[in-house]
């Protein structure tokens, strides 16, 4: 098992940033593919970004790609998302997953991830 606690979301205005970070707990985090994905109101949750277990790759969904960074640090167990030039539709629940292999094809399913957090909650004003 992967215990996984997101934080670092809250409100921001439209322009601004905010770093989310996932803490993993439980099995050896380095072996493990990480990634983040949102959930709006009443919409699906979507692939946000991916990065594989020892950060030499990375994956980005189009509508986020130049604004926003993930990382990790396997010495802390941790992964990031910072996250730039906010606008109000990305305002979402933000979710932290794990799996132990990420796919060059499949790395923005859901249903490929067995692991994830609770989620933190976006909020982007005008």
């Known amino acids: 098992q992967v215990q996984l606690v997101e934080s670092g979301g809250g409100l921001v205005q439209a322009g601004g940033s905010l770093r989310l970070s996932c803490a993993a707990s439980?099995?050896?985090?380095?072996?493990?593919?990480m990634a983040w994905f949102r959930q709006a109101p009443g919409k699906e949750r979507d692939f946000v970004a991916a990065?594989?277990?020892?950060?030499?790759?990375?994956y980005y969904a189009d509508s986020v790609k130049g604004r926003f960074t993930i990382s990790r640090d396997n010495a802390k167990n941790t992964v990031y998302l910072q996250m730039n030039s906010l606008k109000p539709e990305d305002t979402a629940i933000y979710y932290c997953?794990?799996?132990?292999?990420?796919?060059?094809?499949?790395?923005?399913?859901?249903?490929?991830?067995?692991?994830w957090g609770q989620g933190t909650q976006v909020t982007v004003s005008l």
């Open positions: 997953a794990a799996d132990r292999r990420i796919s060059g094809s499949r790395y923005y399913i859901p249903n490929e991830y067995d692991y």
């Open positions: 439980g099995r050896t985090f380095s072996n493990y593919g």
């Open positions: 990065i594989t277990w020892n950060g030499g790759v990375t």
